[in-house]
């Protein structure tokens, strides 16, 4: 459960890392119409893993272990962080290219960065202290969260995006994360990814995993 976690986790730090990083630097109207759908999706992906935790992995570990306060400290870092990507998505969804301002932009994703990234650290030796607990019993619990987190959204926009913020090396590529055939990754990339191609731009790993450079940045001699 712990590792997965840490997998997801690092998936959505790449994500906003590429998308805060690429952002003062896309200036054409389609480019800045694919980076908003792009973050959108992010949004879209993070609040669906955490409105799993809250409707189904938190309440399962409370029930189970017959302590309900067990991921009170979780529950309430969700919460430091909600209003941010909530305005994010919004800022996302109603600004045209025209209207777009990186400074804007930015400012919004610093509003809420620290409390999610601490989040993103701080619940994985959470889980870990739940090793005094059977597995298989764990298990079905974590099982419930993630079939939740399957059936929301769109498998043309969670997929392109989780596989391209996917890095194989992590870890000296000791996981095989996520665990899926190695057809799936062909699959992604030519058939998923179709659609909305020009967003999978802004990922910072093709859909096997490889980290590559982004593509939106200052070039050789120019100002950061």
């Given amino acids: 459960m712990a590792t997965d976690m840490c997998h997801v ?3 959505f730090i790449r994500a906003m890392n590429s998308i805060y990083l690429q952002s003062p630097y896309v200036t054409d109207p389609a480019d800045i119409a694919d980076l908003l759908f792009y973050t959108k999706t992010v949004v879209i992906t993070i609040d669906a893993h955490h409105d799993g935790e809250e409707k189904y992995l938190f309440p399962g570990l409370a029930e189970y272990t017959k302590n309900p306060n067990i991921m009170a400290v979780n529950r309430a870092q969700h919460a430091a962080f909600h209003e941010g990507m909530e305005k994010l998505g919004e800022y996302c969804s109603k600004t045209s290219p025209a209207d777009y301002a990186h400074s804007t932009f930015q400012a919004i994703i610093d509003s809420f960065a620290a409390p999610l990234f601490k ?3 701080d619940e994985i030796p959470t889980i870990l202290a739940l090793k005094e607990y059977p597995s298989k019993d764990l298990k079905a619990i974590w099982a ?8 929301v959204g769109s498998f ?3 997929f392109p995006l989780a596989f391209g913020c996917m890095d194989r090396g992590f870890e000296a590529g000791q996981h095989k994360f996520p665990p899926a055939p ?6 992604v990339k030519y ?3 179709r659609k909305h191609q020009g967003a999978w ?7 096997w995993g490889t980290p590559r450079p982004l593509l939106f940045l200052p070039k050789e001699g120019e100002d950061r």
Wanted: glycine content about 4%; overall charge negative; aromatic content about 16%.
């Fill in 182 to 187: 190695g057809f799936v990754n062909f699959v």
């Fill in 119 to 121: 989040h993103l650290s």
């Fill in 9 to 11: 986790h690092n998936m």
């Fill in 156 to 158: 043309d926009e969670m």
């Fill in 201 to 207: 731009r802004f990922n910072p790993c093709d859909m």
């Fill in 144 to 151: 419930k969260a993630e079939k939740h987190i399957n059936d």
């Fill in 191 to 193: 058939w998923f990814a």
